[in-house]
């Protein structure tokens, strides 16, 4: 039985770890060549060694000469996943004018970038944002980080109209368990996942894999679009 996504190219931005080569994992699995895009070349080379049909490239997304560089090879593009940017805090008054740009550089401006360099190269397909709980459920000291999030949702829905018939989802995960954890949270890490997940109604953290099956989804559902998808356990409402 031929595989969901047989002979189509899938591009992940920030695919050399969690969730993105989670989900680079599953779409070789369904068939697809696949090109995996980070910063890390250790991490990129090592996961590439374990994806199928796949090649990898080493740009940071806030750099367009390096993101035009990253898709140059491929002729035609089916469809991009951008698991990008990072978490954090800021303080709208005390934080640095940097600190304050960086989320929206990480996830609103690399995403143009993704967009500039590949969006020539689909003539359909999909591409997945990502965006996060915060977005949803609001904390204290992350103005500037939220905010980044709800800019890629609303971006998810007007690009459904920008750049149809391509079509524009994003995930939203909550608490994941992947190596941003275990660097944020070092050894405390048993302790400050089990305190999280007591909170959750199904008393658990989610897994990379489970985010990356939603994104595949969307990749392979044609008649999802513009929509924002959930995956957090029902975190944003506790």
Known sequence: MQEALTNQAVVVFGGSSGIGLATAGLASAEGASVTIVGRDVDRLKAAADGLPRSEWRS???RDMDGVLRSVAHLNAID???????????????TSSMDDL??????????????????????????????????????????????????AVES?????????????????????IDTTRLDRAFGNEKPARISGIASQLPGKR????EEVA????????????NGEVVHIDGAGRFV
């Open 205 to 208: 953290i989610g897994a990379a």
């Open 59 to 61: 740009t940071d997304v």
């Open 79 to 93: 469809h991009i996943f951008l698991s990008i940017g990072e978490g954090g805090t800021s303080d709208i008054l």
């Open 213 to 224: 099956r939603v994104v595949l989804m969307l990749m392979t559902v044609a008649f999802i």
């Open 155 to 175: 971006l998810a829905r007007t690009l459904a109209l920008d750049l149809a018939p391509i079509r524009v989802n994003a995930v939203a995960p909550g608490w």
């Open 101 to 150: 740009r960086r989320p929206f550089e990480e996830r609103v401006f690399a995403t143009f970038n993704v967009l500039r360099a590949a969006v020539p190269k689909m003539r359909n397909g999909s591409i997945t944002l990502m965006s996060g709980m915060n977005a949803s459920r609001l904390r204290r000291g992350a103005s500037a980080q939220t905010a980044a999030l709800c």
